[in-house]
Every structure is written in structure tokens, then in C-alpha cells.
């Protein structure tokens, strides 16, 4: 079992930074695939950024690629994202997810197996 707290979530305007966390307890990171999710009112979650398990490769959604960035401290048993140029579209509840996915490729959402309780972005204009 894997328990997963997302923290730094706030409010900053539009071309500002922020770097959310993902901690976990109760299994090592290391063995797991790590993705962030985020939900808007009123839409669907979307995927927008994973990291593989082993060889740490990252994917990101289209339309934060080249803002976001994610990372790994398996030492500390947490993953990043950091946020910079936010744009008010980026504002959502974001949520972290591990899976015992053992591709290297991006894992499908259905595969996720953990979801933390989120932490809410917003971005004013």
C-alpha cells in the first residue's frame, strides 16, 4: 500500500512559479512510475506529466510541455513538478499517482494504482 500527500499548491498570477510535492510513505518510489493528474471544475482529470520507474523517463501533456517539469528524489521518496510561466488555464485541483507500471513508456491512467487527495492550483490572470 502506498499513501501519497501532494503539497504546495496556492494562488499566483499568471507567469508565476510554483513546485508541487508529492510524498510518500509506506512503499519506496523508487519501484513505482509517478504521473500528475489535474482537474478542473467542471472537466475531466487530464494527464499532464509522468515519470517511468527506472530509467526516469518523462512525459508531459502538450500543453504544458516546456513549463513543467517533473522529477524523482527516490532518497526522499518524493516526486516534483515544478510550475513556472502558469497560465489561468493551468488552474485545477492537481493530484499525484503511482502505478507499478514496469514499461518505460508513459502509463496509461487506467494503470495507476495509488491517487494522493490532491492539492488546488490557482492561477489568476
Known amino acids: 500500500q502506498v499513501q501519497l500527500v501532494e503539497s504546495g499548491g496556492g494562488l499566483v498570477q499568471a507567469g508565476g512559479s510554483l513546485r508541487l510535492s508529492c510524498a510518500a510513505s509506506?512503499?519506496?518510489?523508487?519501484?513505482?512510475?509517478m504521473g500528475w493528474f489535474r482537474q478542473a471544475p467542471g472537466k475531466e482529470r487530464e494527464f499532464v506529466s509522468a515519470?517511468?520507474?527506472?530509467?526516469?523517463?518523462?512525459y508531459y501533456a502538450d500543453s504544458v510541455k516546456g513549463r513543467f517539469t517533473i522529477s524523482r528524489d527516490n532518497a526522499k521518496n518524493t516526486v516534483y513538478l515544478q510550475m513556472n510561466n502558469l497560465k489561468p488555464e493551468d488552474t485545477a485541483v492537481y493530484y499525484c499517482?503511482?502505478?507499478?507500471?514496469?514499461?518505460?513508456?508513459?502509463?496509461?491512467?487506467?494503470?495507476?494504482?495509488?491517487w494522493g487527495q490532491g492539492t488546488q492550483v490557482t492561477v489568476s490572470s
Open positions: 515519470i517511468s520507474w527506472s530509467v526516469s523517463n518523462t
Open positions: 499517482a503511482a502505478s507499478a507500471y514496469r514499461s518505460t513508456s508513459n502509463p496509461p491512467a487506467s494503470v495507476y494504482d495509488y
Open positions: 509506506g512503499r519506496t518510489l523508487s519501484s513505482y512510475a
